[in-house]
């Protein structure tokens, strides 16, 4: 399947709930989505930059969430709910993250003093796993359910096989990464919950699930990465080449929109965006991870 960009047009005066959508992958998408004329509520731990959607900035709707507590997610979707004028929910976008923890063999063998189970950080775990399954519960409720919604909704809202539910996973969730422990399970966990759901989700409550796994970024997320890299004095393209910011925006812009995106998982790669075959035809992924892991060893990249 192709995953070229898509013509965000249908987006326009649709409701979007994007949760870390204040900055990094997040804040890209929101404003291409703001460009496109729907209303946005980002549900994050901090508001956005002042101005970063110009013009469009009356269409944003900004809602205090940390997304470990459940209530102020409640909160983020009926807020999301109330500020778009049709008063229902079209599209979920689910990009709060964060990465914190080392590799579990690096906090091993660097306690000589015995294991202290206390020292460890489960932040990430709560943030990119338990956060994900609380907006995903509260998306399928609240996606599903058009008769939620006031009298005064647009007529066309009824048909709900529009619907959007998308997943931040990542490559990390498909390939081995030696760095970093808690943050590769979380996008593991991720897959499984996407695996768990997209054909219920879409054949009982409409909603179709879809799931972006993105290569490296530069965002703030990978920030220690891009440190590391300069004062190396690795230059991109020699060791690592990133995928574009651009090309991530793309492909949630098509989960979005295209009717025809139903349970597929989306590979954002420094060469494009594909779909992985994350099923039984495709090996559940194993013939794309096959040409992916190729591809970067081809371009001298560091996969482990």
């Known amino acids: 399947m192709s995953f070229d960009?898509?013509?965000l047009d249908?987006?326009?005066d649709e409701s979007v709930l994007i949760t870390g959508g204040s900055s990094g992958l997040g804040l890209a998408t929101a404003r291409a989505f703001v460009a496109s004329g729907a209303y946005v509520t980002i549900a994050d731990i901090q508001p956005p930059p002042e101005n970063a959607f110009g013009?469009?900035?009356h269409r944003v709707n900004f809602s205090l969430c940390g997304v470990t507590d459940s209530a102020s997610q409640t909160e983020a979707f009926k807020a999301a709910i109330k500020f778009a004028p049709s008063h229902i929910l079209d599209v979920v976008a689910l990009f709060a993250a964060v990465d914190d923890s080392p590799n579990l063999v690096d906090l091993g063998s660097s306690n000589g003093n015995g294991p202290n189970l206390d020292s460890?950080?489960?932040k990430c775990l709560d943030v990119n796993l338990k956060g994900i399954y609380y907006s995903t519960y509260l998306a399928l409720h609240y996606l599903q359910q058009?008769?939620?919604a006031p009298s005064s909704q647009t007529s066309g809202s009824g048909n709900r096989s529009t619907k959007s539910l998308i997943l931040l996973s990542s490559l990390g969730g498909y390939l081995d990464d030696s760095h970093d422990s808690i943050y590769s399970a979380t996008k593991y966990g991720i897959?499984?919950?996407?695996?768990?759901?997209?054909?219920r989700s879409y054949n009982e409550l409409h909603v179709r699930c879809n799931l972006i796994a993105p290569w490296v970024i530069r965002t703030p997320l990978t920030v220690p990465l891009q440190d590391f890299m300069d004062k190396s004095g690795m230059p991109?393209?020699?060791g690592l080449t990133f995928a574009t910011v651009d090309a991530v925006v793309d492909a949630v812009g098509r989960c979005a929109v295209d009717e025809n995106v139903v349970g597929r998982s989306i590979a954002v790669m420094?060469?494009?965006n594909f779909d992985l075959g994350d099923d039984e035809e495709g090996l559940w992924a194993g013939a794309a991870l096959k040409k992916i892991v190729q591809a970067r060893k081809d371009a001298g990249n560091v996969i482990v």
């Open 5 to 7: 960009p898509a013509n």
């Open 10 to 12: 249908p987006i326009a």
């Open 55 to 57: 013009d469009g900035q």
């Open 120 to 122: 460890l950080s489960i």
């Open 146 to 148: 058009p008769e939620l």
């Open 191 to 199: 897959r499984g919950l996407f695996r768990s759901i997209r054909l």
């Open 236 to 238: 991109e393209g020699k």
């Open 270 to 272: 420094p060469e494009g």
